[in-house]
């Protein structure tokens, strides 16, 4: 069952304004964040200008997801390890609303996030 659009609204302004904020205007053409909407998951994405590519080109590679359980009211929240497998993120693995799961992947006790 997919979100209901109250629900994308939310993820909209919650974590469309955490992805405009986390990076300062001037960097912005080296690294950015955007996320998708998939079900009733929200995935984060880190842009970056490819590597070896041509320019304008740029790849976004998954750092975060969170994902909503209607019959709990949580968020639940992966990371993604290097075999591309999403795995539940153990220091906190559910949280009430989007706010305090950004707030979980920007502390990122272990690293899994942001490195």
Not at 30 to 39: H, T
Not at 56 to 69: K, L, N, S
Request: proline letters at 4%.
């Amino acid at each position: 069952m997919a979100l209901s659009i109250e629900d994308i609204g939310e993820i909209d302004q919650v974590v469309g304004d955490w992805c405009l904020a986390r990076v300062p205007a001037h960097l912005k053409q080296s690294v950015d964040y955007d996320y998708e909407i998939d079900g009733q998951a929200v995935t984060i994405l880190e842009v970056r200008p490819a590597w070896r590519g041509t320019p304008g080109e740029v790849t976004r590679q998954p750092i975060a997801r969170f994902r909503f359980v209607k019959v709990t009211g949580f968020w639940k929240i992966f990371w993604m390890r290097a075999s591309g497998k999403w795995h539940a993120y153990e220091p906190m693995f559910e949280v009430n609303d989007l706010v305090d799961a950004l707030d979980v992947i920007e502390s990122d006790h272990y690293g899994c996030f942001f490195g």
